[in-house]
Nanobody, 126 residues
Framework: QVQLVESGGGSVQTGGSLRLSCAASRYTASDDFMGWFRQAPGKEREAVATLYTGGGHTYYADSVKGRFTISQDNAKNSLYLQMNSLAPEDTAMYYC???????????????????WGQGTQVTVSS
């Protein structure tokens, strides 16, 4: 079991920046995936960015490429999402996810992950 706690959400204006953090309660595997997902009201949860904790295999949704950066700090058991040039369409609840249920599952699918945080709200106003 691992508990994930997100922080860093808030309200910003268009063009602003936020840095989300996800603290894991224990060491996360060095050969698994972690990621950030988001869900806007009335919409399905979607992958924003994921990474392979062993290095490489970073994925970004087309809508955030060039604006968001996912990173990890293994010493702190933490995952981050730096979000720049925020737009109103980025408004959503953002969730941290860890550990694929099976190694062959697609890390871009929210159904693939075993552990989830409670979410942190990001609101971008125009």
């Amino acid at each position: 079991q691992v508990q994930l706690v997100e922080s860093g959400g808030g309200s910003v204006q268009t063009g602003g920046s936020l840095r989300l953090s996800c603290a894991a309660s224990r060491y996360t595997a060095s050969d698994d995936f972690m990621g950030w997902f988001r869900q806007a009201p009335g919409k399905e949860r979607e992958a924003v960015a994921t990474l392979y904790t062993g290095g490489g295999h970073t994925y970004y949704a087309d809508s955030v490429k060039g604006r968001f950066t996912i990173s990890q700090d293994n010493a702190k058991n933490s995952l981050y999402l730096q979000m720049n040039s925020l737009a109103p369409e980025d408004t959503a609840m953002y969730y941290c996810a860890a550990d694929l249920l099976r190694s062959d599952y697609d890390p871009r699918s929210p159904k693939s992950f075993a552990y989830w945080g409670q979410g942190t709200q990001v609101t971008v106003s125009s």
